[in-house]
């Protein structure tokens, strides 16, 4: 695995020589992605995160951690949380600064029992497309304990095409592709899910869906 995002966030962190982190699409140009965005404190983090961190109950795992910010607040709130990561770059980063129990792991494959899931900045997307969404769903019942919850926010991306939605497959699954120093990731697909049709999803995958938040730019929660 070319770890682009976990290089970038490590070399933030530890105030090493970098470059800009870019998000290259097949939509229109690349645009940049502040790496100080995964080091956010509870001060700069928007309501949509906060609300779901405040939602959390029991044991949680947090899912595509990053550099374990959301972790780290839920540790000073006296929380059990296990964070989880598919780069060892962001896992060490973890670790570093603080985080008791994270893990180098694909959520695919894990297994464990938790109370809540938690897959805040559009961690849902890394379904890929309404296909892996429904198997990924399917999947993360088998880590909850009964009475279990899983929350996560997504946005409408409509407004991205302005009015002319792409006539072969859904418009919410896109192509992304990390950009840092000279070091390029391999595309990957990425899922944003509108309300409507996720709760066609979690009807078929037998959940019990409700939005919690939503905001002017059509993200929700």
């Not at 997504?154 to 950009?179: T, V």
Request: aromatic share 12%; charged share 25%; net charge negative.
């Amino acid at each position: 695995m070319n770890d682009v995002l976990g290089q970038a966030i490590f070399d933030h962190y530890h105030k090493l020589p970098g470059g800009k982190l870019w998000i290259n699409n097949k939509y229109g140009p690349k645009e940049e992605m502040p790496i100080a965005t995964y080091f956010r404190g509870e001060d700069d983090m928007p309501d949509i995160e906060w609300m779901a961190l405040e939602q959390c109950r029991g044991k949680v795992l947090d899912i595509g951690a990053g550099a374990g910010s959301h972790a780290l607040l839920l540790q000073e709130q006296d929380v059990d949380v296990t964070a989880i990561d598919i780069s060892p770059l962001c896992v060490k980063t973890m670790q570093e600064r603080g985080v008791i129990k994270a893990t180098e792991a694909d959520i695919f494959t894990y297994q464990a029992k938790f109370d809540t899931l938690l897959l805040l900045m559009n961690g849902i997307g890394l379904a890929g497309t309404l296909t892996g969404l429904k198997d990924l769903l399917i999947h993360l019942k088998t880590l909850l304990n009964k009475g279990g919850q899983l929350l996560f926010d997504s946005s409408d991306i409509a407004y991205l095409y302005e009015g002319n939605l792409p006539k072969q497959g859904y418009y919410g699954e896109i192509q992304y592709q990390y950009e840092y120093k000279k070091l390029k990731t391999e595309w990957f697909n990425w899922l944003y899910i509108d309300e409507h049709t996720l709760q066609q999803i979690a009807i078929e995958t037998g959940y019990t869906m409700e939005v919690l938040i939503e905001d002017e730019f059509g993200q929700y929660r």
